[in-house]
């Protein structure tokens, strides 16, 4: 699958790949659209059309030139599989768990079949007899998690999470596991509906008497930390505004373009607000002599094999691989009846 242009989806026909030694081919079973990410390389506003990370200095550096970043390639981060063929050993053995046959998770992209380094797939195996769909929620439950430590969610907490598309849901139910009490914030009525399954202990809509709705629930003193997965600066200035004095903002959507809407003299400034972002490259800072990615992914993976949540509810359409392009333009054009949509391989 191929972005060619904004809003233009192809699907190609490309030779395949010869395996290295240590490599491992995959075939693909599912894979899970983010309509968050995904969308911006949709729509034409990702940063990468037009910027180059550098990983060194960690700084995104203009293109050189006015060409865009197009044709977009290999996207698609919630992926699961058989592996089907592997290469020659390397000098070094091989992880003993994968093998052919064996049901993988992993990030290869919205392709049939993908081609991997074998230490890749270590630790990413799912067990017999399980739906394979449960493996395109591994990555997304990730960031999830990730976000609900960034907000020391705890007993005796109050946690508001903002956004309940798929990520903002399963952040819900994690917080709810830690034993928190949880407000849901949310305008689109199916995802309401699913936050109060998820056990959010309250749901409430956006608007301007937000905040003083959060101060009633919670005695006049604000939620402790507030959880902002919609991706919306509209809702980061709400999160900011939630808050109690000291609270913690967790940004953990993908902000584009301008923050116009932000006020930082007012709520944040006065209540010594944090802003803190939770991307899924690294853990909280102060849990990582403890906790990695790997860490959160074996979480997840844990849960879900235990319906924690049950994330096969939260899969609402199913293309074939061919009319991805139809599942694009669904979620832009009227996607509020949508949460997980999965891409299903020939």
């Not at 904004?6 to 081919?25: D, F, I, K, N, S």
């Not at 200035?237 to 006020?263: M, N, P």
């Not at 991805?324 to 949509?341: C, F, K, P, R, S």
Request: hydrophobic share 45%.
């Amino acid at each position: 699958m191929r972005f060619t242009a904004p809003r233009v989806v192809e699907v190609v026909t490309v030779p395949q790949v010869a395996l290295q030694p240590g490599q491992v081919r995959v075939r693909t079973i599912a894979s899970g659209i983010s309509a968050g990410t995904e969308m911006t390389a949709y729509r034409g506003t990702n940063p990468y059309l037009t910027s180059v990370w550098d990983p060194q200095m960690r700084l995104f550096l203009q293109r050189e030139g006015t060409s865009a970043g197009y044709p977009l390639e290999g996207w698609g981060y919630s992926e699961v599989g058989e592996i089907v063929e592997m290469g020659e050993r390397l000098t070094m053995p091989l992880p003993d768990d994968v093998a052919v046959g064996d049901l993988v998770w992993g990030i290869w992209g919205h392709r049939t079949e993908g081609v991997l380094d074998a230490a890749e797939l270590r630790g990413h195996g799912l067990p017999p007899g399980v739906d394979p769909v449960l493996g395109c929620f591994v990555r997304v439950g990730a960031i999830a998690l990730n976000a609900v430590l960034a907000a020391h969610s705890t007993i005796g907490f109050t946690i508001c999470v903002i956004g309940q598309g798929v990520v903002g849901l399963m952040a819900t139910r994690y917080a709810v596991l830690t034993g928190a009490t949880v407000i849901a914030v949310e305008r689109i009525p199916l995802r309401q509906e699913m936050a109060r399954k998820m056990g959010a202990h309250h749901v409430l809509a956006p608007g301007p008497d937000l905040p003083l709705r959060v101060r009633e629930l919670t005695g006049g003193a604000g939620a402790d930390s507030a959880i902002e997965i919609s991706g919306s600066y509209v809702g980061l200035q709400a999160a900011t505004r939630i808050v109690g004095l000291d609270g913690v903002v967790v940004a953990a959507g993908f902000y584009q373009g301008q923050g116009e809407v932000l006020r930082l003299g007012e709520e944040f400034h006065h209540n010594r607000v944090q802003i803190v972002a939770s991307q899924i490259g690294s853990v909280p800072s102060v849990l990582r002599s403890r906790w990695d990615v790997p860490r959160l992914q074996r979480t997840v993976v844990d849960l879900l094999l235990k319906g924690e949540p049950d994330v096969l509810s939260l899969v609402t359409h199913r293309y074939p691989l061919h009319q991805a392009a139809e599942a694009y333009a669904m979620l832009d054009g009227n996607g509020t009846q949508a949460l997980q949509v999965i891409l299903e391989m020939p």
